[in-house]
């Protein structure tokens, strides 16, 4: 493929469909030949083909009228409204020499009819880029600000659903049938792997199907196979424990037989990894295929334990004890536009890296789906395990604002004797509702959880993947699977990548247009006090309630310290002496001083000493926390002061003269732009604020572990339990005291960050707004009608902003209706 087609595509803002064009050499002459089939089958996403037909065909009327080879960087276009004078047709070079505008390009008929957001995306970024090049090469603070800002103005946050859930019941299942992929994701009563990550999100680069392997590193596997090898050597004698077979499953599916006979050290030779050459390489494997079935088979020996019969015909080997995370995309899917589905193991990992990155993941899920079958649904364990465990990393430690439980396989119930259809689909509904009410009922038992999330926060589900797929005895509607679907739409619809980019497009073009024009230098001085006033009083507003903020924490964390000082030692032998575990015991302890006090059981039980050494702590404060940084709700951190920010420009367009209306606009933008910004800082940072209890007692056992870890020969489980013990008991009057001092600090510094990012960028902003003129700036009186167009579209709000202080009111009337 030549550069003039690279080109067009990235000008059409079809750069993702680069390399398919690259893999069918399509150059510049082919491409000028491409007829309807042949787009179809290069680009078969329906938006995307249809913007490309759109721009395939202005190119080949503009070559048939002009020189190609001389014209690449014009576009003719015709004035086309009943106002604009009949000056002929014009021009638009994009290398910026001609001041004509981007929107001249479009015909007028497209201006007036509905668009997509994904048009008027296109559009707006066009417009934008086409700006930028115009935008003079002075390096004076407008113009770099200016710059910069067209530069950062996409954004794509993810919102992340986290599906929990046992082998068994139904997740994979479940996720094909939401997303519409049936053969993606394998499933089926063979026991999936409990350590993979799986993400199943779209693919916006291609039309491929693909899969990318992320691995532990080496040094990760060497330090797991030492561990692994230890264990075995120490439990010889308890070849029935689940961690022992789980130790022995690992080393088999890798290296079948021969471990039982070499070393660890003989195991990184690289004749084990010839299949997968980028785990030594410490890279990502990427495998792409045409259908969700064929990537299915191709990455199934790197997320399972065992494979079907069918699947397992070409695998030798199993590779998933090596696997961090897959991350399958599929393309052409609405419903993971903005959204990424995650399989996820119970409730961490052994392994340290793929332990974080669970947590990682599990903090950053807006939403949880817990998986269960409906026939124990009330009374299965493992999943209110899972809640309850994972509760506080998904609420105060998180920004899960949803808990979903999902009933599988609700088409079960119902099953009896010669009834007819419709009585059969009664009985169904009618058990699914009484399976609903005894699941609401259990929820309303779980104390710790409801800490964190409030009843209005979880819902239930009863689906059935398979009646949904072949529609026999249920209504679509009775699996409830569309309503799955309209939920992760709505997520999608909520996160308006669109409206974001227009509205921030609105906002630089309203500067820079509110820059360009002269006079009104008293009006633009007298806005610029008050708003400096405005901005004083603001940060007040919002730094008071901080203050007391610090206050009610300091409190709340006291008394945590003396209740964790009187608990300590009987929570500790809680952990350290349980009643059913008898000798089996010895090898957990091992594995808890190895791993810094936090061992995952092959059954899923999670034991962290560390945890329960910080309960206390994290008890005295989820109220306060969860009342300070809020997961569900509109009002936002810190009692919603962030949220209510204002600089009242709003009251200031209906007060003052209208010469200053641009510049208001624009700081109207930077306002929400900087409350859009401090909540994801805030967001993220309350993360690492919560879980700094913890991540202090873990360093201040760490000493402990260490030692006891070291511990061999006779009596080593006694004397593993007291060297932890005595520790502990030297450690308590300080310990608690310094994870307190921690949090404060923490908390301190992030509301410090939050007023002085406040001030800087807002005090900056008004600066920018009224006390620059940029002399050289170009009108963008056109450019700016149009986004005002497409921004008042997206948003339903009347077009009732006319075009102020223009200096060339004849192209802004050209647009107008």
Same mark, same amino acid.
């Given at each position: 493929m030549d550069d003039f087609v690279c080109n067009k595509l990235t000008e059409w803002n079809l750069s993702e469909w680069i390399q398919t064009f690259k893999d069918h050499k399509v150059d510049k002459e082919s491409l000028?030949?491409?007829?309807?089939?042949?787009?179809?089958?290069?680009?078969?996403?329906?938006?995307?083909q249809s913007k490309f037909k759109k721009r395939l065909k202005l190119l080949k009327e503009k070559q048939n009228t002009t020189d190609p080879e001389t014209s690449e960087s014009s576009v003719e276009v015709r004035p086309s409204t009943s106002k604009t004078n009949d000056k002929g047709k014009r021009k638009l070079d994009l290398q910026g020499e001609s001041s004509q505008s981007p929107a001249r390009k479009r015909p007028r008929?497209?201006?007036?009819?509905?668009?997509?957001?994904?048009?008027?995306?296109?559009?707006?970024?066009?417009?934008?880029?086409?700006?930028?090049?115009?935008?003079?090469?002075?390096?004076?603070?407008?113009?770099?600000?200016?710059?910069?800002?067209?530069?950062?103005?996409?954004?794509?946050?993810?919102?992340?659903?986290?599906?929990f859930g046992k082998t068994g019941a139904g997740k994979s299942s479940l996720i094909n049938a939401v997303i519409g992929e049936q053969d993606l994701l394998p499933s089926g009563s063979i026991s999936a792997c409990t350590s993979v990550m799986i993400k199943v999100e779209a693919n916006m680069r291609n039309p491929k199907y693909e899969a990318e392997i992320e691995f532990i590193t080496k040094e990760e596997w060497k330090e797991e196979l030492w561990t692994l090898f230890n264990f075995l050597g120490d439990n010889e004698d308890q070849e029935k424990d689940e961690d022992y077979q789980d130790s022995v499953e690992k080393l088999s599916v890798l290296y079948g037989e021969e471990w039982r006979n070499k070393s660890p050290e003989n195991f990184m030779d690289k004749k084990y990894f010839r299949e997968i050459p980028e785990f030594l390489l410490s890279k990502s494997k990427i495998l792409t295929s045409d259908t969700a079935k064929e990537l299915s088979a191709k990455f199934v020996k790197y997320t399972r334990s065992e494979s079907k019969e069918e699947d397992?015909?070409?695998?030798?080997?199993?590779?998933?004890? +090596?696997?961090?995370?897959?991350? %399958?995309?599929? !393309?052409? /899917?609405?419903? +993971?536009?903005?959204?990424?589905? %995650?399989?996820? !193991?119970? /409730?961490?990992?052994?392994?340290?890296?793929?332990?974080?990155?669970?947590?990682?993941?599990?903090?950053?899920?807006?939403?949880v789906w817990i998986v269960t079958e409906i026939n124990r649904a009330a009374s299965e364990k493992e999943s209110w395990e899972i809640l309850e465990e994972s509760c506080s990393l998904m609420g105060n430690g998180g920004e899960c604002q949803q808990i979903h439980f999902i009933c599988t396989k609700s088409d079960s119930l119902g099953r009896s004797g010669n009834q007819s259809a419709a009585g059969v689909r009664a009985q169904i509904l009618k058990q699914n509702e009484q399976a609903k009410k005894k699941v609401r009922a259990e929820f309303s038992k779980l104390k710790d959880v409801k800490k964190q999330f409030s009843e209005e926060c979880f819902k239930v589900f009863t689906v059935s993947s398979k009646e949904f797929m072949r529609k026999k005895r249920l209504d679509p509607d009775d699996t409830e699977i569309p309503r799955l679907q309209e939920f992760l739409q709505d997520l999608n619809n909520s996160h308006s990548e669109t409206l974001n980019y227009v509205s921030g497009a609105r906002g630089i073009l309203s500067l820079i247009?509110?820059?360009?024009?002269?006079?009104?230098?008293?009006?633009k001085m007298a806005v610029f006090i008050e708003l400096e006033e405005n901005l004083s009083l603001e940060l007040d507003k919002v730094r008071e309630p901080m203050k007391e903020t610090v206050m009610a924490f300091k409190k709340c964390l006291s008394g945590g310290v003396e209740k964790s000082k009187s608990s300590c030692e009987k929570v500790l032998k809680s952990v350290l002496y349980p009643t059913k575990k008898g000798g089996a015991f010895h090898m957990i302890l091992k594995c808890l001083v190895q791993n810094g006090g936090i061992h995952k059981t092959k059954k899923g039980k999670l034991i962290n000493i560390n945890m329960k050494l910080t309960s206390c702590l994290t008890d005295s404060i989820d109220e306060e926390f969860k009342k300070t940084f809020p997961n569900e709700g509109n009002s936002g951190p810190f009692n919603g002061v962030i949220n209510a920010f204002s600089l009242g420009t709003e009251k200031l367009m209906k007060k003052e003269c209208e010469n200053v209306k641009l510049q208001l606009t624009f700081l109207k933008t930077e306002e929400e732009k900087m409350k859009t910004n401090l909540n994801k800082l805030i967001r993220e940072r309350k993360k690492t604020i919560y879980s700094s209890l913890t991540t202090?007692?873990?360093?201040?056992?760490?000493?402990?572990?260490?030692?006891?870890?070291e511990i061999r020969g006779e009596g080593t489980l006694k004397n593993m339990r007291e060297t932890i013990e005595m520790h502990v008991h030297g450690s308590k009057n300080d310990m608690f005291a310094q994870a307190k001092d921690a949090m404060m600090k923490q908390l301190r510094d992030l509301m410090l960050e939050i007023l002085e990012k406040q001030c800087n960028m807002m005090q900056k902003s008004i600066e920018l707004s009224l006390k620059t003129d940029g002399v050289s700036i170009p009108d963008v009186s056109v450019e700016l009608e149009m986004v005002k167009k497409y921004y008042n579209e997206l948003t339903g709000s009347p077009d009732d902003d006319a075009i102020l202080c223009s200096d060339s009111p004849g192209q802004a009337a050209a647009l107008r209706p």
């Open positions: 000028y030949c491409l007829e309807d089939h042949h787009i179809a089958a290069l680009i078969p996403m329906v938006g995307p008929e497209d201006i007036q009819g509905t668009k997509t957001e994904e048009e008027i995306l296109s559009d707006v970024k066009y417009i934008m880029r086409y700006v930028h090049q115009k935008l003079p090469h002075q390096d004076d603070k407008l113009n770099k600000f200016l710059k910069n800002s067209i530069k950062h103005l996409e954004t794509d946050k993810r919102e992340v659903v986290g599906v397992a015909k070409d695998v030798k080997r199993l590779y998933w004890p +090596l696997v961090k995370c897959v991350t %399958v995309r599929v !393309p052409k /899917n609405r419903l +993971l536009q903005h959204v990424t589905l %995650v399989d996820l !193991p119970g /409730n961490g990992d052994r392994n340290k890296s793929r332990d974080r990155m669970w947590k990682k993941v599990v903090g950053s899920c807006s939403t247009q509110g820059a360009s024009s002269r006079g009104a230098a008293d009006i202090t007692i873990e360093e201040k056992m760490k000493p402990c572990y260490d030692r006891a870890k």
